[in-house]
């Protein structure tokens, strides 16, 4: 799909959203559109809604690349039973987006990030086997290390 086409469906959801569910914020961007609200019932209507609208349009959401959160406990128990196809979408504390990890609760998670020392370190071996000129290790150190290491 196009760009162009993308950000036309985006804008079009998210103003089906706000004139239904005024009270939640809508974000949408390409293919990824959530909804932030401050009610799970709320929240609820507002989700029909994007189904409702995607399904008219064709389109299908994937219940395993989708995720609800919340930031208390309660809220994520009253969020539970929400289903796409018959498919329940899961509640969780933690996930990965875009390659970058983030948590929705205290207990924090750095799952992506231990994946890319990890990387790091194994370049870095890898590295330290060849034989090499020094100067062209530092570079070659910079240019396969840190860019693993501090994108966070």
Not at 17 to 27: A, F, L, P, Q, R
Not at 33 to 40: T, V
Not at 42 to 56: E, H, R
Request: glycine share 4%.
């Amino acid at each position: 799909m196009s760009v162009a086409v993308m950000a036309s469906l985006s804008l079009w959801c998210h103003k089906v959203v706000e004139y239904h569910h005024s009270g939640n914020t809508t974000i949408c961007y390409a293919d990824n559109w959530g909804i932030n609200s401050d009610n799970p019932h709320d929240l609820k209507g507002a989700f029909a809604t994007m189904v409702d609208f995607v399904n008219a349009l064709t389109m299908k959401i994937s219940p395993k690349k989708s995720w609800l959160w919340a930031l208390n406990p309660k809220q994520a128990r009253r969020l539970k039973g929400i289903k796409v196809d018959n498919d329940e979408i899961p509640v969780v504390k933690s996930a990965i987006d875009l390659g970058c990890d983030q948590n929705y609760s205290r207990q924090k998670r750095c799952q992506s990030k231990m994946q890319r020392f990890a990387k790091a370190k194994r370049v870095m071996k890898m590295i330290c086997r060849k034989k090499l000129p020094s100067k062209f290790r530092l570079t070659m150190t910079s240019s396969g290390i840190w860019h693993n290491v501090i994108w966070d």
